[in-house]
């Protein structure tokens, strides 16, 4: 567990531990949710399809492209109790490989599709 006051930042780094240095990381989804279990119903984006959802969220520079670091603000859910979990799904791809998804960026959905 991680402590942190309601509005206050919470940062977060993921790393890649590999022996290949032509990987990178891409944050595609970040979730928050008031129970480990369950992540679809009760759940708050901050991250989806690599796009931004909540308006805290920043991403910070890193100088290694296997290391991502980001922040966004803490909160709890309503009539809950004041745990907040987390489920983040970050993608690996060869670094300076352009029509990877690390390089296509916040995927919006058309309104067909949806």
């Known amino acids: 567990p991680y402590h942190v006051g309601i509005n206050q930042n919470l940062f977060l780094e993921a790393s890649l531990h590999s022996s290949d240095p032509s990987l990178e990381l ?5 979730v928050a949710s008031p ?3 369950n992540f679809t119903t009760k759940s708050y984006p901050i991250i989806k ?8 969220y920043s991403a910070y520079y890193s100088p290694y492209k296997h290391i991502l670091r ?3 603000n803490a909160f709890q859910f ?3 109790n004041p745990e ?3 489920q983040c799904e970050l993608v690996v791809c060869r670094a ?7 390089y296509q960026g916040c995927l919006q959905r ?4 949806a």
């Open 110 to 113: 058309s309104k067909r599709e």
């Open 70 to 72: 980001f922040k966004f």
């Open 84 to 86: 907040v979990y987390l």
């Open 96 to 102: 300076y490989d352009y029509s990877s998804r690390c």
């Open 35 to 37: 129970t480990r279990q």
């Open 78 to 80: 309503i009539q809950s």
């Open 49 to 56: 399809n690599g796009c931004v959802k909540d308006p805290t």
């Open 26 to 30: 891409f944050l595609d989804t970040c």
